[in-house]
T-cell receptor, first 115, second 110 residues
Framework: KAGVTQTPRYLIKTRGQQVTLSCSPI?????VSWYQQTPGQGLQFLFE???????NKGNFPGRFSGRQFSNSRSEMNVSTLELGDSALYLC??????????????FGPGTRLTVL | LAKTTQPISMDSYEGQEVNITCSHN???????ITWYQQFPSQGPRFIIQ???TKVTNEVASLFIPADRKSSTLSLPRVSLSDTAVYYC???????????FGIGTKLQVIP
């Protein structure tokens, strides 16, 4: 099976712009989660989607949003970019089976730099 | 969500066994304990998961005491390629909202 793919791999934006990142999960996986990773804060949970519905959300401002399509592909959007949004954004998919924590399979990430 | 505490960094020589302990005092009944490994510029990779007692796979062992308030990841005979950040996380109940934290940076020394 192909792994989780994320596009683009690298992105440079300026403050105030918006950005959309894309994630294609492993075939058959219905749960997609997004994380932000920075050197100082580690890996922080953004949100999780399952069957096109946002099921969980981390503590990020409303500028961070996402969605999931019927084919389980997901996008996340960051509006009005700030310098502090520079980070590695990771997407993870999971074959949610209910009842217990399910292993997450991570993509390579999108490196976003905000100038 | 159960908060986890683990050492920020550890050093070990090649060939030694490495034990990384994680504290999770507020673990819930339906929470599982999962460890991930992350190399630079890559996403984390699942290593091992457990609920109680001991779990072993081809790369690691996970020891969980009866009270489940901590867990220890054991890496036998580490090599330079085991240099990475190791994350302990606690979650479950069918949901994916888990906290990774900063992890433990393991440096294997030749």
């Amino acid at each position: 099976k192909a792994g989780v793919t994320q596009t683009p791999r690298y992105l440079i934006k300026t403050r105030g712009q918006q950005v959309t990142l894309s994630c294609s999960p492993i075939s058959g996986h219905r749960s997609v989660s997004w994380y932000q990773q920075t050197p100082g804060q580690g890996l922080q949970f953004l949100f999780e989607y399952f069957s096109e519905t946002q099921r969980n959300k981390g503590n990020f401002p409303g500028r961070f949003s996402g969605r999931q399509f019927s084919n389980s592909r997901s996008e996340m959007n960051v509006s009005t970019l700030e310098l502090g949004d520079s980070a590695l954004y990771l997407c993870a998919s999971s074959p949610f089976r209910g009842g217990s924590y399910n292993e997450q399979f991570f993509g390579p990430g999108t490196r976003l730099t905000v100038l | 969500l159960a908060k986890t505490t683990q050492p920020i960094s550890m050093d070990s020589y090649e060939g030694q066994e490495v034990n990384i302990t994680c504290s999770h005092n507020n673990i819930a009944t339906n929470d599982y304990i999962t460890w991930y490994q992350q190399f630079p510029s890559q996403g984390p990779r699942f290593i091992i998961q457990g609920y109680k007692t001991k779990v072993t796979n081809e790369v690691a062992s996970l020891f969980i005491p009866a009270d489940r308030k901590s867990s220890t990841l054991s890496l036998p005979r580490v090599s330079l390629s085991d240099t990475a950040v190791y994350y302990c996380l606690v979650g479950g109940g069918g949901y994916q909202k888990v906290t990774f934290g900063i992890g433990t940076k393991l440096q294997v020394i030749p």
